[in-house]
């Protein structure tokens, strides 16, 4: 198979690699090659969501988690974690500050919690954050996209969100291999819930964003081509992907641990994560694929790199950093102790550098949602 003319096929029409394809897109060896695998995709992002890169705030609203993800750093066996929970005043405080800085977008995310009192949590908050909106906006800017981000939920949960005026759910797939899948959960924890619930957020009309984690252990690039055509099979509008970090506290990343400052090791960690954002832009053309903060983790200009291989979103961190540091999913989580202005002003300058622009005032919902190639 010649690379110049996989990518060319990639190129003008949606998916059409096979899995053997979309393997070796994940399997390149030189430079050379991954440089031509990144400039498709950074012209199919150009072609589907313009120039300019669109922003969302993150509000990490609280590390309570019921659930025991063995890689992740707020698993509820985590003792070592202190726990917290912002409550409605406090996400309504991050969220005007977000609204006068200019973001159109905002995500809330939290562990998993489902209690009736919970879902009403939520949905306290995203009327304030409606009723704020629309009393603060800057004239010409568009209205509020409220994205959540907690995890499994009834669709009853879900419906009174989005009624609420939440207009997007991101939860991973984490892997898209059931095998794999039960291997870094524990028992408890079932695949088919999770494809349900995906489900579920396309019966209540969300823009839904799904994703996974590269380089887990035992993950192979098919697997990888897999996840692909599994977001092609969901009918994903978003994607947000990112590299497997070891957690030290955690029973996936313990072992890794003496190998986590090794540079070789996170190096190729970064090149997977980077080649997984084209691919998906080459396999799926028009949906929001996000650069994320793992990428950042393991080089300074990791969320660049994603965005020269085509991803179009980027979620600066707003939570006031008396809480980021207890809200670390995985090691090295930077950023720990800037506050929302420098995140945001480092954020333009990198941004800047490498000849993107945040855009500002606009919601940026997934092309894909709008459009007709939508199942
Ligand atoms: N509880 C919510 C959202 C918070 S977790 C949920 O389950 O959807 C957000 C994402 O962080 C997870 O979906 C997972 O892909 C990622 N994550 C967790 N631990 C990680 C680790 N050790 N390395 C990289 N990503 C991790």
Redesign the pocket.
Known sequence: MNLESILSKAESTPKALSIAELSLLLSLGSDEERRLLHEAGRRLKSRYCGRGIAARALIEMGNI?A?D?L???IRKSNCTVSRYQLDVEDVEALARQSIEAGYASLVL????LESPSHTDFIEECIRRIVDLDSRIRKPGADSIGITL????QTEEALMRWRKAGAARY???I?SSNPELYASIHPSGHSYERRVECLRALRHCDYQVGT?V?TGLPGQTAADLARDIVFFSDIDADMIGM??????RD?PL?APFFDDANDQGLSANRLRLGVDMIAATRLYLHNVNIAATT?LQTLAPDGREQGILAGANVIMPNVTDTRFRRNYQ??EGKPDLDENADETRNALQQSISSIGECIIYGKRGDSPHFHSQSRK
Do not use: D, V
């Open positions: 988690c659930k993800c890689y992740c750093g995310q939290s562990g998993e981000s907690l995890g499994e991101l939860l991973r984490e994703g984690m990112g590299p497997f970090i070891p957690h955690t990343g793992a999913l995985y």
